[in-house]
């Protein structure tokens, strides 16, 4: 069974900390991982793409891609209000790769 | 943002009817898909279209069933709704290049349905 892992949360987290999200996979031949960040009442939308190990960095937000540990988590660096929404983690079936496999999201809070 | 619209966007129906929701993009993106997410189970895909007149089931298809007689259009249908239905359906696009694994999925704003 392919699955795609997150905490639930929420996760509450101070204005100005670091927010680590995180997020396991069964499938070792998947090769792309998505973040995507849905807010209450609205549609998912697209922050991070990551495919190589290590960490990728977009201003506020870093992925970092374990293959090996099966693994891919998302840090928000000084976490703002705006921040607080679900957090998805979507990876990519090998051999179909126009579908994807989600995450049920981690609720992140950001306390001011 | 990538030009999908949703119809309707909320509905409330009874058990037994039938439901034709309608996803409509304007990107001429080959690939688009119906999802539903409920509370506990982020997205599941119930089918999907790499073409017009080509799809297939995701996991949770029994219930549904959908068409895609033009790139722009894929409709789902649920022949004979039951309360279990009740969620919110995501209509998705994508395009991706042959070779590649980048499957950057765009979505519509959502239609919520409730089923009596």
């Known amino acids: 069974q392919k699955e795609v892992e997150q905490n639930s949360g929420p996760l509450s987290v101070p204005e100005g900390a670091i927010a680590s999200l995180n997020c396991t996979y069964s499938?070792?031949?998947?090769?792309?991982f998505f973040w995507y960040r849905q807010y209450s009442g609205k549609s998912p939308e697209l922050i991070m793409f990551?495919?190589s190990n290590g960490d990728k960095e977009d201003g506020r937000f870093t992925a970092q891609l374990n293959k090996a540990s099966q693994y891919v988590s998302l840090l928000i660096r000084d976490s703002q209000p705006s921040d607080s929404a679900t957090y998805l983690c979507?990876?990519?079936?090998?051999?179909?790769?126009?579908?994807?496999?989600w995450g049920a999201g981690t609720k992140l809070i950001i306390k001011p | 943002d990538a030009g999908i619209t949703q119809s309707p966007r909320h509905k409330v129906t009874e058990t037994g009817t039938p439901v034709t929701l309608r996803c409509h993009q304007t990107?001429?993106?080959?690939?688009m898909y119906w999802y539903r997410q409920d509370p506990g189970h982020g997205l599941r895909l119930i089918h999907y279209?790499?073409?017009?007149?080509?799809?297939d089931k995701g996991e949770v298809s029994d219930g549904y069933s959908v068409s895609r007689s033009k790139t722009e259009d894929f409709l789902l249908t649920l022949e004979s709704a039951t309360s279990s239905q009740t969620s919110v359906y995501f209509c998705?696009?994508?395009?991706?290049?042959?070779?590649?694994?980048?499957?950057?999925?765009?979505f519509g704003p959502g239609t919520r349905l409730t089923v009596l």
């Open positions: 499938d070792r031949g998947s090769q792309s």
């Open positions: 279209s790499y073409g017009v007149k080509d799809t």
């Open positions: 998705a696009i994508s395009e991706i290049m042959a070779g590649s694994s980048y499957n950057e999925q765009f």
């Open positions: 979507a990876v990519n079936i090998p051999r179909s790769n126009y579908q994807l496999i």
């Open positions: 990107e001429n993106h080959r690939y």
């Open positions: 990551i495919y």
